[in-house]
């Protein structure tokens, strides 16, 4: 079985939903290579945030980055704007065990410490592994460990829940 959804409109649930949460002319957003990237970049502008898009790139901050292979893709993280004392919505395209997320945020307080962090995700899969919620998620759903989330696209963007090929 595959259900999928329209990701056009699940963008605009989360910048219905973030709109409310922050100041843009004092908020910055940063999206965590690669699939939260081009989902910020799309909720950077319909915020109208004043602050230019950052990114971060975890592999090699992530407790378990040997797992994800010997050769880890590393891309320089960018963060073009002071972080102390400001609100960062962290943006990312899934959320499973938090390990990411944890990861960025070390990485971030490397560049100072801001004054909060929310964390927007298209989908928030469950099965987390440590303490770490999103403020906003599009989808919420409990995605069984054979199941896996498939982005689509570009024309039309589409996200669809499918079940892994047994091994
Ligand atoms: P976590 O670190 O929370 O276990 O996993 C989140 C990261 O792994 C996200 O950056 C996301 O890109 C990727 N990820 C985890 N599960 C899925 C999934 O089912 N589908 C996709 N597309 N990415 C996933
Ligand atoms: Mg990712």
Redesign the pocket.
């Known amino acids: 079985m595959t259900i999928d959804w329209d990701v056009s409109a699940l963008l605009e649930v989360m910048a219905r939903d973030l709109r409310p949460l922050i100041d843009p002319e004092q908020a910055a957003m940063i999206g965590?290579f690669t699939?939260?990237v081009w989902l910020a970049r799309t909720l950077h502008a319909a915020l109208g945030l004043r602050q230019p898009l950052g990114q971060v790139d975890i592999s090699f901050y992530?407790d378990d980055f040997s797992q994800i292979g010997l050769h880890p893709q590393v891309r320089a993280s960018d963060i073009p704007f002071d972080v102390d004392g400001r609100d960062i919505i962290l943006v990312?395209?899934?959320?499973?065990?938090?390990?990411?997320?944890r990861a960025a945020m070390n990485e971030i307080f490397d560049y100072g410490r801001p004054a909060r962090i929310l964390l927007a995700v298209l989908v928030d899969?469950g099965g987390h592994e440590l303490p770490v919620a999103a403020d906003v998620a599009a989808l919420r759903l409990i995605?069984t460990a054979g199941?896996?989330?498939?982005?689509r696209g570009p024309d039309p963007l589409r996200l669809e829940l499918e079940q892994r090929e047994p091994q």
């Not at 990312?92 to 997320?101: A, E, K, P, Q, S």
């Open positions: 965590i699939g939260g992530r990312d395209d899934v959320l499973y065990t938090g390990r990411t997320v899969r995605a199941e896996h989330i498939k982005l």
